[in-house]
């Protein structure tokens, strides 16, 4: 019998090519592309994927594959082209692209075990720190794997000093595979294997008579007679008191049989939801339906469906297109995902996809428990759930049958992994994820990318608009007026499909509060806006794009900032804590009392955080109940669902918040929102600068005015001319996409060029600068061989934030048409790539 030859793809970050396998005889049959497989490596075991069946093996002496993890495939045919999709559009390992789809506990990388040799010990004198640490560490927790170390020495090139200690004998190593550390959680369960009209005659078989145990057993079985059927163990315990000692004795003489179930870890078993109908549609929405109604269904034939983008503004019932758009899809018999951008607006969508799919939903996020992971991940694989919602990590869900994908709120930078690679966006890759599935993909926002609207507009896309904001909750609006006691509000037209203005925005130009007199950090205007909010028992926004107490820290004598001493950024005061922090590495001190450079008790702080607001609030209307919303008091688990919670059912007055604030949150007391410092980030170094500024204040100013109460906007700026600030004003997208599109065209920035950014990090400044000057070299000699006429480089250059974890940060921007062209398929070692990156600092 011939044998059976499957490529494979290791799960080893820095190896990117596949590699051949033969399947011995006892796994014959078993093993099929997408499963998951442990292979040897060189000198290892490692975990890899199985791609494809081969005909003939690129080796001639191929090596078995050893194991089998499960028995079911973990990626679908369409994962698999997706992740080589994924991996040559983002120039990464496939490996990495794959390991996005494998869910957390089932994924395991090989490593090194290191075993300390006590016989070869060194003179101490002849070691430096890391090594004489990692003894100590060794010595006291006994044998560590590579990763363990890595732990142990943060921030620290701990393995050349390590390496030097294998050479020296001091240490052994040997390679390792951990088994998956996740499984199914299951639960004993009981029933009783003798009629029920029996078991008061086993009273022989109890033990003595009279005895605390015979009690115990006797309850039991009565407990288990009343209850027909497979029983959970715990529940007998708490109804008879007896244990599980109890139950084993009565199995081992017959009355009962003990047995094992799985116990599904569900996200939201606790959710609370009400059932929810369908509301009736404007006439815009019903266009908009028709459109969507007809590709999902040429979909579900087969028929290739172009994406659309949903431009609707806030409050236009976006989601209500969604959730009808899901439920047709459910009618073909296929399934849906669902992205938004932040967990935080994960339990505010859930609900309502709950509502109209009661028990099909499915949630996954990063703060999920790996086995709620794991078992939504299993449940979707099977086809148990017709729906998945979640962060961009949803996308790469094993749904069986994929024929729709949303991604709402798709302007948000959320829906990009910068933090390690494959550094993808959520968004292309949802309109790949659609090509591979043959399904429709809908991309919703009030505020398209500016890219994303001209790579439209250039493909002859349909972009579907929705321009009015409906009226909605006046029920809500009615029992609130009631609860206070107030004069309900008049509300024009009697159709659910009346439409409501969007609000009112006022522009605040601070630089003539002060001239003014006015050096508060509030408004006039915005302080009357806040008195009348108030007396009118209704709610406020305020947004402010910082968090903690003070932007920095610094000493009026000598100028000194204090900095953080691995990122050299600012430190920010957190008045709660009496801290100074660092946002970007979580380094911590003390408020000093004296200046660290010149001693000077001069020392103050400066600037305006999420703290400083509440405090200054707190001082300004003291009757007023106030709620924080920013990543401090976000922290936990559940903490967004409860702060939101508290807010919507009025229990605060003002909410005060940072960008969270900005992604669809839908509070219909709110008839204030207050922009305090509009301009913070305007002027940054990179060329989305004025696009971030007019997205975060047109989505703030939509939280406002979504019921019969209406609603304003107080937008405090020192630029109140830019027209990133004016259109924003005006919630004139059109307007601020005319001006940006001119402003990239004649500065060659996307959407009229492709940007590729390669990053380098060293402990060492001089070493990173060097690497940096060249890696252009490089680069500048692979465009003069390849003729690249029209690709240049920008930089080498430090990054704007020029260091961070105590690693000093230089960029390139290779820029041209097809810049990925020029990388693909070298080596380039340690630097980091994106491909087409939101940002550049």
């Known amino acids: 019998m011939n044998p059976t030859y499957v490529q494979v793809a290791v799960n080893i970050p820095q190896v990117s090519g596949v590699f051949d396998y033969h399947v011995p005889e006892d796994l014959g049959g078993e093993?099929?592309?997408?499963?998951?497989?442990?292979?040897?490596?060189?000198?290892?075991?490692?975990?890899?994927?199985?791609?494809?069946?081969?005909?003939?093996?690129?080796?001639?002496?191929?090596?078995?594959?050893?194991?089998?993890?499960?028995?079911?495939?973990?990626?679908?045919?369409?994962?698999?082209?997706?992740?080589?999709?994924?991996?040559?559009?983002?120039?990464?390992?496939?490996?990495?692209?794959?390991?996005?789809?494998?869910?957390?506990?089932?994924?395991?990388?090989?490593?090194?075990?290191?075993?300390?040799?006590?016989?070869?010990?060194?003179?101490?004198?002849?070691?430096?720190?890391?090594?004489?640490?990692?003894?100590?560490?060794?010595?006291?927790?006994?044998?560590?794997?590579?990763?363990?170390?890595?732990?142990?020495?943060?921030?620290?090139?701990?393995?050349?000093?390590?390496?030097?200690?294998?050479?020296?004998?001091?240490?052994?190593?040997?390679?390792?595979?951990?088994?998956?550390?996740?499984?199914?959680?299951?639960?004993?369960?009981?029933?009783?294997?003798?009629?029920?009209?029996?078991?008061?005659?086993?009273?022989?078989?109890?033990?003595?008579?009279?005895?605390?145990?015979?009690?115990?057993?006797?309850?039991?079985?009565?407990?288990?007679?009343?209850?027909?059927?497979?029983?959970?163990?715990?529940?007998?315990?708490?109804?008879?008191?007896?244990?599980?000692?109890?139950?084993?004795?009565?199995?081992?003489?017959?009355?009962?049989?003990?047995?094992?179930?799985?116990?599904?870890?569900?996200?939201?078993?606790?959710?609370?939801?009400?059932?929810?109908?369908?509301?009736?549609?404007?006439?815009?929405?019903?266009?908009?339906?028709?459109?969507?109604?007809?590709?999902?269904?040429?979909?579900?034939?087969?028929?290739?469906?172009?994406?659309?983008?949903?431009?609707?503004?806030?409050?236009?019932?976006?989601?209500?297109?969604?959730?009808?758009?899901?439920?047709?899809?459910?009618?073909?018999?296929?399934?849906?995902?669902?992205?938004?951008?932040?967990?935080?607006?994960?339990?505010?969508?859930?609900?309502?996809?709950?509502?109209?799919?009661?028990?099909?939903?499915?949630?996954?996020?990063?703060?999920?428990?790996?086995?709620?992971?794991?078992?939504?991940?299993?449940?979707?694989?099977?086809?148990?759930?017709?729906?998945?919602?979640?962060?961009?990590?949803?996308?790469?869900?094993?749904?069986?049958?994929?024929?729709?994908?949303?991604?709402?709120?798709?302007?948000?930078?959320?829906?990009?992994?910068?933090?390690?690679?494959?550094?993808?966006?959520?968004?292309?890759?949802?309109?790949?994820?659609?090509?591979?599935?043959?399904?429709?993909?809908?991309?919703?926002?009030?505020?398209?990318?500016?890219?994303?609207?001209?790579?439209?507009?250039?493909?002859?896309?349909?972009?579907?608009?929705?321009?009015?904001?409906?009226?909605?909750?006046?029920?809500?609006?009615?029992?609130?007026?009631?609860?206070?006691?107030?004069?309900?509000?008049?509300?024009?037209?009697?159709?659910?499909?009346?439409?409501?203005?969007?609000?009112?925005?006022?522009?605040?130009d601070m630089r003539l509060e002060l001239k003014m007199g006015n050096r508060s950090i509030f408004s006039r205007e915005l302080t009357s806006a806040l008195e009348e909010t108030l007396a009118a028992k209704q709610q406020a926004i305020l947004f402010l794009n910082r968090r903690g107490s003070a932007s920095y820290v610094f000493c009026r004598d000598c100028g000194a900032v204090l900095r953080c001493p691995r990122c050299d950024l600012p430190l920010t005061y957190h008045r709660g804590e009496d801290m100074l922090i660092c946002h970007t590495c979580g380094y911590r001190r003390k408020m000093p009392n004296k200046c660290p450079m010149c001693a000077s008790e001069h020392i103050r702080q400066y600037g305006m955080g999420t703290e400083k607001v509440e405090q200054l609030l707190k001082e300004r209307f003291p009757h007023a109940q106030v709620l924080r919303y920013d990543a401090e008091t976000t922290a936990g688990k559940n903490a967004h669902d409860l702060l939101l919670n508290l807010f919507a059912n009025h229990q605060a007055d003002i909410l005060i918040g940072t960008q969270m604030l900005t992604k669809g949150l839908d509070l219909p007391l709110v008839t204030l929102v207050g922009v305090i410092l509009a301009d913070v980030g305007l002027n940054f170094p990179d060329y989305r600068a004025a696009e971030r500024t007019f997205q975060l204040l047109t989505q703030v100013a939509g939280r406002a005015g979504r019921s019969p109460l209406g609603g304003r906007v107080v937008l405090q700026t020192f630029q109140p001319k830019h027209y990133a600030i004016l259109t924003a004003a005006r919630h004139d997208y059109q307007a601020f996409y005319a001006e940006e599109l001119a402003q990239r065209r004649r500065l060659r920035q996307p959407p009229f060029t492709r940007f590729v950014r390669l990053l380098y990090r060293d402990l060492k400044a001089a070493a990173a600068e060097e690497s940096a000057q060249e890696m252009a070299r490089q680069l500048r000699g692979w465009i003069a061989a390849g003729n690249y006429k029209q690709t240049d480089l920008i930089g080498p250059v430090p990054c704007y934030f020029n260091r961070l974890n105590g690693y000093y940060r230089w960029q390139i921007i290779v820029r041209g048409p097809d810049p990925a062209g020029l990388l693909r398929g070298r080596s380039l070692g340690d630097w980091v790539v994106e491909v087409d990156p939101p940002n550049t600092l």
């Open 31 to 508: 093993i099929v592309p997408g499963c998951l497989v442990v292979v040897p490596f060189g000198s290892r075991q490692v975990q890899g994927v199985v791609l494809r069946q081969v005909d003939q093996p690129q080796v001639a002496d191929t090596r078995p594959v050893n194991a089998l993890i499960d028995f079911e495939p973990v990626l679908t045919p369409i994962q698999l082209r997706f992740a080589q999709w994924l991996a040559e559009r983002t120039l990464s390992p496939l490996s990495t692209c794959i390991d996005l789809m494998v869910p957390p506990g089932l994924s395991q990388q090989a490593d090194m075990l290191y075993h300390l040799n006590d016989a070869q010990l060194s003179d101490p004198a002849r070691l430096n720190d890391v090594q004489k640490r990692t003894i100590a560490l060794l010595q006291e927790r006994g044998d560590l794997r590579g990763r363990q170390l890595e732990a142990a020495f943060p921030r620290r090139n701990w393995k050349p000093a390590v390496q030097a200690l294998v050479r020296m004998g001091v240490l052994m190593t040997r390679p390792v595979l951990l088994p998956p550390q996740v499984q199914p959680k299951m639960a004993r369960n009981v029933q009783l294997a003798i009629p029920a009209d029996q078991v008061g005659q086993q009273d022989a078989l109890l033990g003595r008579a009279g005895s605390q145990a015979f009690e115990r057993r006797q309850r039991a079985l009565r407990t288990l007679a009343d209850e027909p059927g497979v029983v959970d163990v715990t529940w007998v315990y708490a109804a008879s008191g007896s244990s599980l000692a109890d139950l084993k004795y009565l199995a081992e003489r017959g009355l009962v049989r003990l047995g094992e179930s799985e116990v599904i870890r569900d996200p939201l078993r606790n959710l609370t939801w009400a059932p929810a109908e369908a509301p009736p549609l404007t006439l815009a929405q019903q266009k908009v339906w028709e459109e969507i109604h007809r590709a999902v269904h040429t979909s579900a034939q087969g028929k290739a469906s172009p994406p659309f983008l949903l431009h609707g503004v806030t409050g236009s019932g976006k989601t209500e297109m969604y959730l009808l758009a899901v439920e047709e899809t459910l009618r073909q018999g296929r399934q849906a995902i669902v992205l938004v951008p932040e967990i935080s607006l994960t339990p505010q969508t859930v609900r309502r996809f709950q509502a109209r799919f009661p028990g099909k939903v499915g949630l996954i996020h990063s703060r999920l428990s790996q086995g709620e992971r794991y078992d939504t991940w299993r449940r979707a694989r099977a086809g148990l759930l017709q729906v998945i919602v979640g962060p961009r990590s949803a996308l790469f869900s094993p749904l069986p049958n994929v024929g729709l994908i949303v991604v709402d709120e798709c302007h948000d930078e959320s829906y990009y992994q910068a933090e390690s690679a494959p550094h993808y966006n959520a968004v292309a890759a949802a309109v790949a994820m659609a090509r591979e599935a043959g399904a429709v993909v809908m991309l919703g926002t009030a505020t398209p990318d500016v890219s994303l609207m001209y790579g439209f507009q250039l493909a002859k896309w349909k972009v579907l608009h929705l321009p009015d904001r409906i009226l909605a909750h006046r029920e809500a609006v009615r029992a609130q007026m009631n609860q206070f006691g107030l004069q309900e509000p008049v509300m024009d037209g009697s159709e659910a499909t009346a439409s409501l203005p969007l609000p009112p925005v006022k522009i605040v």
